[in-house]
């Protein structure tokens, strides 16, 4: 099997920021309840973009980093829970608007956990050969399906995208070990319906209303911090690495509680938890790449630094990916 690296990413977000004290002036909230419940100061809401917009911009600056030419890449995988239309895919909107004329492309939905599958099941097509270069995008308008008179989820919730270039390699870095999870018994934890049942044999058609998030938090949280500790264990293991390997581990950025919880469980500083959810929220599919970007943007990321993508989201659904950069 051959070997897979990152060799570019990018990402965008919307200009429009939503503080906290902002939603305070649509719900019953306050900025001090959000930060300390969650981590969260602003979050980005678009005033426009589409969920492709946000896709293709993040695509754009991942191709430009990869210094790839978009004609070589051969597969686009896009995770969403928030696609434009039900057809065409985000992946086909992105694939037409970047001209990556000879790329397949479908979209993927694993809720927060969208990146990591992705990015996973990217790199399998590449290491077997089939192909040669991949691009993997995580967006989510997040904001299209929130309920603005919901407390407990709208405080929550940001918009926006990350991407990354793959390509198959023959150098011995880059992904080196993955595990994806789900328990769909856990499914009403976290859901957002879609279009009802609706055609000449249905007695009274269901009058159709926006479909938007519905969340048990607490259940979701004791998930998360339980399902996280040991997806990490699990891809350690899988790699035969140990926690003071690891340079940074970036997490689905949902709250800092979670990952406040999940870094003692796993007896690791918090420091290695790369973070920036307090700029701009939960983005959903984005998180992690938005967050990887950022860290490399910054030049934090050093090349053999190992670090660990991981995260969990609707389905349930968890996973994490060990690279060494
Ligand atoms: N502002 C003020 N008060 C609030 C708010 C708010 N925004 N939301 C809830 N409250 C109130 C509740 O009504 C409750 O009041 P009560 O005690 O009078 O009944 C009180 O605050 C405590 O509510 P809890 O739900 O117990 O608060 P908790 O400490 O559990 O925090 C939170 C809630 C932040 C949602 C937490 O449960 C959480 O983070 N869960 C995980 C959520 C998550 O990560 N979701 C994304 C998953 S990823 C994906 O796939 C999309």
Same mark, same amino acid.
């Given at each position: 099997m051959r070997h897979v /690296?990152? $060799? !570019?990413? !990018?990402?965008? @977000?919307?200009?429009?920021?939503?503080?906290?004290?902002?939603i305070a002036k649509l719900v019953e909230t306050n900025d001090e309840w959000i930060k300390s419940r969650t981590g969260i100061k602003e979050r980005r809401i678009s005033t426009k973009e589409t969920s492709s917009d946000m896709a293709y911009e993040a695509a754009l600056r991942a191709v430009q980093a990869a210094e790839t030419d978009p004609n070589e890449i051969d597969l686009i995988i896009c995770a969403t829970i928030t696609p434009d239309y039900c057809m065409p895919s985000v992946a086909? &909107?992105? &694939? !037409? /608007?970047?001209?990556a004329e000879n790329a397949a492309a479908f979209d993927l939905n694993a809720a927060c956990t969208g990146f990591v599958y992705a990015l996973t099941t990217a790199s399998q097509f590449l290491q077997t050969g089939m192909y040669q270069k991949a691009l993997v995008i995580g967006v989510d308008t997040i904001s299209k399906i929130i309920d603005w008179q919901d407390r407990s989820t709208c405080v929550l919730f940001g918009d926006g995208a990350g991407a990354a270039v793959l390509s198959a390699t023959s150098d011995r870095r880059g $992904?080196? @070990?993955s595990t994806l999870n789900s328990d769909g018994s856990k499914h009403a934890f976290l859901y957002c319906e879609a279009v009802p049942l609706s055609n000449p044999y249905v007695e009274s058609l269901e009058e159709r209303t926006a479909p938007s998030i519905r969340m048990l938090g607490q259940e979701v949280f004791k998930f998360a911090v339980r399902n996280v500790t040991d997806t990490i264990q699990t891809v350690l293991e899988k790699a035969n690495r140990e926690g003071k390997d690891i340079k940074y581990i970036i997490p689905h950025q949902a709250n800092y509680r979670i990952?406040? @919880?999940?870094a003692k469980n796993c007896k690791l500083p918090i420091e290695k938890f790369f973070m920036n959810l307090e700029r701009y929220g939960n983005t959903s599919s984005a998180s992690i790449g938005i967050a990887l970007d950022e860290l490399v943007q910054t030049g934090e990321l050093h090349r053999g630094d190992t670090i660990i993508l991981v995260g969990f989201g609707g389905g349930m659904t968890g996973g994490a990916i060990l690279i060494d950069w």
């Open positions: /690296r990152i $060799i !570019g990413t !990018g990402s965008y @977000a919307p200009d429009n920021i939503m503080s906290n004290d902002d086909c &909107q992105v &694939q !037409g /608007r970047l001209k $992904i080196i @070990a990952i406040e @919880a999940v």
